[in-house]
């Protein structure tokens, strides 16, 4: 789960192809952490489909455009 934990800020949308690249773990090892995240809010499903589904880490898009905005975090 960590691996997933650090690779979000370069993917702050992310599919299961996209985090099993990020990560070099398998599509169990991060269907499990993807669940986990999923469970504790801080990956939001993005879409509803079975297959090619998405999630988002929720609030770090907010962040990165207040950043770019020049806004300070928190």
Do not use: C, F, Y
């Not at 990560?23 to 990956?43: D, I």
Request: aromatic share 2%.
């Amino acid at each position: 789960m960590r691996l997933l934990i650090e690779a979000l800020p370069a993917h702050p949308v992310i599919s299961t192809a996209a985090a099993v690249a990020a990560t070099g773990r398998t599509k169990a090892a991060v269907h499990g952490a993807v669940a986990q995240l999923e469970g504790a809010g801080v990956l939001i499903p993005v879409s509803t489909s079975k297959r090619n589904r998405l999630w988002e880490a929720s609030g770090l898009l907010d962040l990165v455009e207040g950043l770019d905005a020049g806004r300070p975090p928190g």
